[in-house]
């Protein structure tokens, strides 16, 4: 095929020169008008390459909640529909209470009930010492009353105010009286010291309040089992799965609804061979989406497995994202670029003026209007730009693109204006992205 391309262009250069008298215009033996071969070219620049290494993930939520019911009975009313977004506490899924309701209002009649009977303990307990702490008192006042009239009988006796029948009427009331005394004050001991009434009095008094608790008890754990007939959003997030309607039967353990938490989202991608040195809990990554163009994210890698996944050597790695817009979705497919290696202060090339020859790396630039050919010594690359070095390279220097097959050493060049074109077989601009890889182009050969 060059060599068809090269006979055609000489036989148009023969039947130009034969129907002009001469060679036509631009071209010549070197001269002023001298023909040059148009090249798309760019010129090697000095700076900063980051060499990248990429993966594919996947995008998984951050948090996901199989949402059930641990109640059974007939769903009243679901509050949400996929898609929808609610916040934590939301109620989402309400099951029929009605018969809840009904055991709680019996438990708390039970509770007051039981506090009522506690309260009559109570009162029975200590109207017990009341009483006899109120008979002491009596009993003291009485012998008071009976001792002193005593002392004023006798006295009057002495002066002959009243009878001996008067005064022995007063002495028996004063014994009597104090005799009385001395029944209350054991009456009073007793109702204090002795254990087996203050054992059963006590008994009874704990007997009551335990019933008080019982059925404080039942109250509440009705109220917790009314609790649990409302399903509500346990965190913000999206509705991701609905499984049920107004009407269906709720038991324990069946999903009634799913949710997701989708801001921020982890993208799991798996780390294997020699691209795990350069993976570590930390590490930032770039992440792009094809399905969503023109747009990337950053995030950097939370968790990092140590244990392979079954079956491989791959090691899981949980690079979270921030999603605000929620544009990341679950289950998206995403292109994850992780940094390998940085320079600077180093000659760039565009990669698609860098080719591969039998003896290594080359790249044509220009020299004084010609093509030279300059065997090179790559390092880091990217989509874009490869770095190279070479005696002689420096910035500026205009390394030509995508050479044409019949591009040979020492041939004079023109460079084409960015975004100009050429005639046939010429190297058009480089293609967006920076072109093809090193070794997409032809071999040079000597000869024209």
């Not at 060499?51 to 996901?64: A, E, I």
């Not at 880091?380 to 005696?391: F, G, I, K, R, T």
């Not at 960015?418 to 046939?424: M, S």
Request: glycine share 12%.
């Amino acid at each position: 095929m060059k060599k068809r391309t090269i006979l055609a262009l000489a036989g148009a250069l023969a039947a130009a020169s034969c129907g002009h008298g001469g060679p036509p215009p631009g071209f010549g033996g070197g001269g002023a008008g001298a023909f040059s071969f148009p090249v798309a070219a760019a010129p090697l620049t000095r700076g900063q390459i980051t060499q990248s290494f990429d993966v594919t993930g996947t995008v998984t939520p951050l948090l996901t909640a199989d949402l059930s019911s641990v109640a059974s009975g007939t769903v009243l009313a679901v509050n949400a529909q996929i898609g929808q977004h609610v916040t934590r506490g939301e109620l989402l899924v309400q099951i029929d209470d009605g018969p809840l309701q009904a055991q709680l209002q019996s438990s708390q009649a039970s509770v007051e009930s039981a506090q009522a009977k506690l309260a009559q303990t109570r009162a029975g307990t200590s109207g017990d010492v009341a009483s006899t702490n109120a008979g002491l008192l009596a009993a003291r006042a009485a012998n008071q009353t009976a001792q002193g009239n005593l002392q004023r009988d006798q006295s009057l006796f002495k002066e002959g105010y009243v009878s001996q029948q008067a005064l022995d009427q007063a002495w028996s009331d004063a014994m009597a009286a104090q005799a009385q005394l001395r029944s209350a004050q054991v009456a009073a001991q007793n109702a204090q010291v002795n254990p087996a009434a203050q054992s059963v009095a006590q008994a009874n008094l704990k007997d009551a309040q335990a019933a008080v608790d019982v059925a404080q008890s039942q109250v509440s754990l009705v109220e917790s089992q009314i609790g649990q007939t409302e399903v509500r959003a346990p965190f913000d997030g999206v509705v991701t799965w609905r499984h049920v309607d107004p009407g269906s039967l709720a038991s324990p353990n069946t999903t009634l609804m799913e949710v997701a938490q989708l801001d921020p989202v982890y993208v799991q991608v798996g780390i294997s061979g020699s691209s795990l040195p350069f993976v570590k809990v930390g590490t930032p990554a770039t992440v792009t989406i094809s399905m969503i163009p023109g747009r990337s994210w950053q995030g950097t890698v939370q968790y990092f497995n140590l244990a392979s996944e079954p079956g491989s050597l791959t090691y899981l790695a949980r690079i979270r994202i921030a999603n605000p817009d929620l544009a990341l979705r679950g289950g998206m497919v995403a292109d994850v670029a992780f940094v390998q290696a940085k320079k600077s202060d180093v000659i760039l090339a565009p990669r698609a003026a860098v080719f591969q020859t039998d003896a290594g790396m080359s790249m044509f630039v220009i020299d004084s209007g010609k093509a030279k050919q300059v065997p090179v010594q790559v390092g880091l690359e990217n989509d874009q730009q490869m770095e190279v070095s070479a005696p002689g390279l420096k910035p500026g220097t205009m390394a030509i693109l995508n050479h044409a097959a019949t591009l040979q050493p020492g041939m004079p060049v023109m460079a084409l204006p960015p975004g100009g074109g050429g005639p046939p077989g010429a190297g058009g601009p480089p293609a967006a992205g920076g072109g093809g890889k090193p070794g997409q182009h032809a071999t040079p050969k000597p000869g024209y």
